[in-house]
């Protein structure tokens, strides 16, 4: 029976989404074609229909799902987007979580071009909190792109290392809870509301 070309297009969103689960979950190298085609529910055979290679799926889950943070991030405030972020519920949920956390350190040891989707995906995540700043602040657009670069990688970095802890060690919350005080103390205050 043939696919038409809708069809063929959900299912192939559909591993698109899958594969973006399972790399947050398990890492670019810990997923194999067969595995991820049968997560998706579909056969190994029917991959290549779909893409040139596995790092070409990378590169459109990661895109994918970095734009799906944002998404999810809109509208938040940045205090609260540190506390969601540098959080127990976060750290423990890698296959649902930001992209950055859970896969920056294999993006290293990837191709330029899955590099420059992480770039994008950075850039854009730095804007959509710059963004809170624009109005009515009082410190340099560099200053805020500082302030917000440095807040990331923290955010980032503890949720890595709290990942590297055993799940239940003091540890690995004793990491979430300083970063985010630490973090939230120096964020600027954001601009009072325009009336």
């Given at each position: 029976?043939?696919?038409?070309?809708?069809?063929?297009?959900?299912?192939?969103?559909?591993?698109?989404?899958t594969a973006s689960?399972?790399?947050?979950?398990?890492?670019?190298?810990?997923?194999?074609?067969?595995?991820?085609?049968?997560?998706?529910?579909?056969?190994?055979?029917?991959?290549?229909?779909?893409?040139?290679?596995?790092?070409?799926?990378?590169?459109?889950?990661?895109?994918?799902?970095?734009?799906?943070?944002?998404?999810?991030?809109?509208?938040?405030?940045?205090?609260?987007?540190?506390?969601?972020?540098?959080?127990?519920?976060?750290?423990?949920?890698?296959?649902?979580?930001?992209?950055?956390?859970?896969?920056?350190?294999?993006?290293?040891?990837?191709?330029?071009?899955?590099?420059?989707?992480?770039?994008?995906?950075?850039?854009?995540?730095?804007?959509?909190?710059?963004?809170?700043?624009?109005?009515?602040?009082?410190?340099?657009?560099?200053?805020?792109?500082?302030?917000?670069?440095?807040m990331l990688a923290?955010?980032?970095?503890?949720?890595?290392?709290?990942?590297?802890?055993?799940?239940?060690?003091?540890?690995?919350?004793?990491?979430?809870?300083?970063?985010?005080?630490?973090?939230?103390?120096?964020?600027?205050?954001?601009?009072?509301?325009?009336?």
């Open positions: 029976m043939r696919v038409t070309k809708a069809q063929a297009q959900a299912n192939r969103e559909h591993i698109v989404e689960v399972l790399f947050r979950e398990r890492g670019f190298d810990g997923v194999g074609v067969a595995d991820l085609m049968a997560a998706a529910g579909f056969t190994h055979g029917g991959f290549y229909k779909h893409f040139g290679s596995k790092a070409d799926l990378m590169a459109e889950a990661a895109a994918s799902s970095l734009a799906q943070s944002l998404t999810n991030s809109a509208g938040v405030g940045v205090p609260e987007f540190v506390n969601l972020y540098v959080s127990r519920d976060h750290r423990d949920g890698p296959g649902g979580g930001c992209t950055l956390a859970a896969l920056c350190g294999d993006a290293a040891r990837q191709s330029p071009g899955l590099k420059a989707t992480f770039a994008n995906g950075i850039e854009s995540t730095l804007a959509a909190l710059e963004s809170q700043y624009e109005n009515g602040q009082d410190t340099p657009q560099e200053e805020i792109r500082t302030k917000m670069l440095d923290h955010a980032v970095g503890a949720i890595m290392l709290s990942r590297s802890c055993p799940d239940d060690s003091a540890l690995a919350d004793e990491i979430l809870e300083v970063c985010r005080a630490r973090i939230i103390a120096s964020l600027p205050p954001l601009p009072a509301p325009q009336s």
